[in-house]
């Protein structure tokens, strides 16, 4: 399995921007998916970003796609979530994830990743 632990989260105010980190460790020299998920409360889990750690590949929910950006920096081990002009309706956890190497070529269901991080909290102020 892949540890991941996540950080950058906050308090930005509305129109602003934050970037994610999520640091893995573990089982990452064999190729794996990683992405960023998030959970308002009272709300499902939701997609948002994904990257293939051994290519060039990223995708994207059609909800973020254009305001969020996601790249790894792979001698860090790092994966990063750039997200920016953030509204009230960003605000909750997110979590990174990690999904193994398989059929899914761009994992973006909950159950392709079987790895999380603890999650990181982002608050959007009006």
């Known amino acids: 399995q892949v540890q991941l632990v996540e950080s950058g989260g906050g308090l930005v105010q509305a129109g602003g921007s934050l970037t994610l980190s999520c640091a893995a460790s573990?089982?990452?020299?064999?190729?794996?998916?990683l992405g960023w998920f998030r959970q308002a409360p009272g709300k499902e889990r939701e997609f948002l970003a994904g990257?293939?750690?051994?290519?060039?590949?990223?995708w994207y929910a059609v909800s973020v796609r254009g305001r969020f950006l996601i790249w790894k920096v792979v001698h860090e081990n790092t994966v990063y979530l750039r997200m920016n002009r953030l509204n009230a309706d960003d605000t909750a956890t997110y979590y990174c994830?990690?999904?193994?190497?398989?059929?899914?070529?761009?994992?973006?269901?909950?159950?392709?990743?079987?790895?999380w991080g603890q999650g990181t909290q982002v608050t959007v102020s009006a």
């Open positions: 994830a990690a999904a193994p190497w398989g059929p899914v070529t761009k994992p973006s269901r909950l159950r392709d990743f079987d790895s």
């Open positions: 990257v293939s750690w051994s290519n060039s590949d990223s």
């Open positions: 573990g089982r990452t020299s064999h190729s794996v998916h």
